[in-house]
């Protein structure tokens, strides 16, 4: 399994908790795995066309990715970043 950092936006997904694992080789197979433990935490990093919503950034083993189909060691940390905006 894999450890996912999850940034406070996200926490009312994840039932408050900051940091959770998940399992898949890929980004894409490890967002499929945390909607089904957390149901509409994908929607909220993934659009319609299924690609990476610009806000979010994504860190896999330290290296930053906008690719769902790189791989995910077991032994990778995953963080999610979400950048604020306003005016």
């Known amino acids: ?7 406070s936006p996200l ?6 908790l900051a940091e959770v694992k ?14 089904r433990q957390f149901p509409g935490f994908r929607f ?5 066309q299924d690609r990476i919503r610009p806000t979010i950034l994504f860190y896999v ?3 930053v990715t906008r ?9 990778d940390e995953v963080h999610i970043i979400a950048a ?3 005016g």
Do not use: Q
């Not at 926490?11 to 408050?16: N, Q, R």
């Not at 998940?22 to 909607?35: P, R, V």
């Not at 909220?44 to 319609?48: A, G, L, S």
């Open 22 to 35: 998940a399992a898949g080789a890929t980004l894409n197979e490890l967002l499929l795995d945390l909607e």
């Open 11 to 16: 926490f009312s997904y994840t039932g408050g």
């Open 44 to 48: 909220r990093v993934i659009d319609e």
């Open 1 to 7: 399994m894999t450890v996912v950092r999850v940034p």
């Open 61 to 63: 083993g330290g290296k």
């Open 84 to 86: 604020l905006s306003g």
């Open 67 to 75: 690719n769902l189909l790189d791989f995910v060691g077991a032994a």
